[in-house]
């Protein structure tokens, strides 16, 4: 059984499948696009990484006591100081999603690839605010008032294939991840927290989907 945290829950599925499925991605020089704290990088590498990358100040203090970065850098995402072709690998978890003009994002995410880079990107998908069942309206207001970071990319597997294409870059694989019922279950987490209340929940299986709540990307600096 597991203490009820609604953040264990959604991103220990999504790091599981990350190592199962792409781990053999995983070297070179690697920036972590969106890093938050480096905890999640932490868990998905099991290494010490080239260089970390965040907009928030408070979460850029943390990356650098985090020891998981060689250097950690506040930026916009949108305006990256690495030279072209610098990175091996940019990783991005559960982060685009929030980030305004995402076309530009993916230009820069290009443009900081080598040829024949990898840019692996998780994020949820359109399918987030059906699954947690509680209306249109209701989906609406989680996705851009629940909390600070608006959801202002949320898309299926076909727009962001078109985006990726537009920014030189050629989708390899993907895979959908988080079905309905863990999906609720974790939404009834989330609020249950709010509300200052623990339970345990059983151990989730994490599986790849053929649509699903959230949306895991491979693609390739052409």
Same mark, same amino acid.
């Given at each position: 059984?597991?203490?009820?945290?609604?953040? =264990?829950?959604?991103?220990?599925?999504?790091?599981?499948? +990350? /190592? *199962?499925?792409?781990?053999?991605?995983? /070297?070179?020089?690697?920036?972590?696009?969106?890093?938050? $704290?480096?905890?999640?990088?932490?868990? #998905?590498?099991?290494?010490?990484?080239?260089?970390? +990358?965040?907009?928030?100040?408070?979460?850029?203090?943390?990356? =650098? @006591?985090?020891?998981?970065?060689?250097? #950690?850098?506040?930026?916009?995402?949108?305006?990256?100081? !690495?030279?072209?072709?610098?990175?091996?690998?940019?990783?991005?978890?559960?982060?685009? $999603?929030?980030?305004?003009?995402?076309?530009? #994002?993916?230009?820069?995410?290009?443009?900081?690839? =080598?040829?024949?880079?990898?840019?692996?990107?998780?994020?949820?998908?359109?399918?987030?605010?059906?699954?947690?069942?509680?209306?249109?309206?209701?989906?609406?207001?989680? @996705?851009?008032?629940?909390?600070?970071?608006?959801?202002?990319?949320?898309? @299926?597997?076909?727009?962001? *294939?078109?985006?990726?294409?537009?920014?030189?870059? /050629?989708?390899?694989?993907?895979?959908?991840?988080?079905?309905?019922?863990?999906?609720?279950?974790?939404?009834?987490?989330?609020?249950?927290?709010? !509300?200052?209340? /623990? +339970?345990?929940?059983?151990?989730?299986?994490?599986?790849?989907? $053929?649509?699903?709540?959230?949306?895991?990307?491979?693609?390739? =600096?052409?």
């Amino acid at each position: 059984m597991l203490l009820a945290n609604p953040s =264990k829950l959604w991103r220990g599925i999504e790091i599981a499948l +990350l /190592k *199962q499925n792409w781990g053999r991605y995983f /070297k070179g020089k690697i920036l972590d696009l969106g890093c938050g $704290e480096g905890e999640i990088a932490k868990e #998905v590498f099991d290494k010490k990484i080239a260089w970390g +990358l965040d907009k928030d100040k408070k979460m850029i203090s943390q990356a =650098k @006591n985090s020891g998981v970065y060689n250097q #950690v850098l506040r930026e916009d995402a949108r305006k990256i100081s !690495l030279a072209t072709g610098a990175a091996d690998l940019v990783f991005s978890n559960s982060a685009i $999603e929030h980030i305004q003009d995402i076309d530009q #994002v993916l230009k820069e995410v290009g443009r900081v690839l =080598k040829p024949g880079g990898f840019f692996i990107a998780t994020m949820p998908s359109d399918q987030l605010g059906e699954y947690l069942g509680w209306g249109k309206l209701y989906a609406q207001w989680f @996705n851009h008032k629940y909390n600070q970071y608006n959801h202002y990319n949320l898309f @299926n597997l076909s727009e962001w *294939q078109k985006k990726l294409t537009k920014s030189g870059l /050629k989708l390899v694989d993907s895979y959908y991840y988080l079905d309905k019922a863990t999906i609720k279950e974790w939404h009834k987490l989330l609020w249950l927290n709010k !509300l200052g209340l /623990k +339970l345990k929940i059983k151990p989730v299986r994490p599986e790849k989907l $053929e649509i699903g709540a959230a949306l895991a990307i491979l693609a390739k =600096k052409i």
